[in-house]
């Protein structure tokens, strides 16, 4: 069986240097390898067939047959690094917190330790779909259970 660590060890790599990085990497008893990569500025098509061919490269066939799948994160994918909260900072996302809650509002800040956000205000106009920013609250981030960007047009 193909290691997880060999697998985050080679996309690490080949994306260092670049505003790639690894989110996530998963790996089964049937080889079947999941990469998920994100960016600070997008995830082209080119990037993951990059990534793609570059780990190819570096693992046999003869000595050990795998599938292997190279994708981003994908928008509304919940954030699992400081890199993704931070690289939505301003922008409107939704959080699940530990008791519950759920809201949405814009990300004002994100450390290791917590974020700021703007709890989304009541909307007067029922129609509009922007996130208008409200009270300033800060979770910490052990309480935070799930959080992912809105996509808003």
């Given at each position: 069986m193909i290691k997880k660590e060999t697998i985050v060890e080679l996309a690490?790599?080949?994306?260092?240097?670049?505003?790639?990085?690894?989110?996530?990497v998963n790996t089964n008893a049937e080889n079947r390898i999941l990469v998920f990569i994100d960016s600070d500025s997008g995830v082209l098509i080119e990037h993951c067939i990059a990534l793609s061919k570059y780990i190819e490269s570096k693992l046999d066939r003869e000595i050990e047959d795998y599938e292997l799948n190279v994708s981003s994160s994908g928008v509304g994918q919940p954030f699992t690094l400081l890199r993704q909260y931070q690289k939505y900072v301003g922008k409107a996302i939704q959080i699940k917190l530990s008791d519950g809650t759920q809201l949405k509002g814009l990300l004002k800040s994100a450390t290791e330790t917590q974020?700021?956000?703007?709890d989304q205000a009541k909307n007067k106009n029922k129609k509009s779909k922007k996130i208008e920013p409200g009270e300033l609250i800060t979770f910490p981030m052990t309480s935070i259970i799930e959080a992912k960007g809105i996509v808003t047009f």
């Amino acid at each position: 069986m193909i290691k997880k660590e060999t697998i985050v060890e080679l996309a690490s790599g080949f994306l260092a240097g670049t505003d790639r990085f690894v989110v996530e990497v998963n790996t089964n008893a049937e080889n079947r390898i999941l990469v998920f990569i994100d960016s600070d500025s997008g995830v082209l098509i080119e990037h993951c067939i990059a990534l793609s061919k570059y780990i190819e490269s570096k693992l046999d066939r003869e000595i050990e047959d795998y599938e292997l799948n190279v994708s981003s994160s994908g928008v509304g994918q919940p954030f699992t690094l400081l890199r993704q909260y931070q690289k939505y900072v301003g922008k409107a996302i939704q959080i699940k917190l530990s008791d519950g809650t759920q809201l949405k509002g814009l990300l004002k800040s994100a450390t290791e330790t917590q974020i700021e956000f703007f709890d989304q205000a009541k909307n007067k106009n029922k129609k509009s779909k922007k996130i208008e920013p409200g009270e300033l609250i800060t979770f910490p981030m052990t309480s935070i259970i799930e959080a992912k960007g809105i996509v808003t047009f």
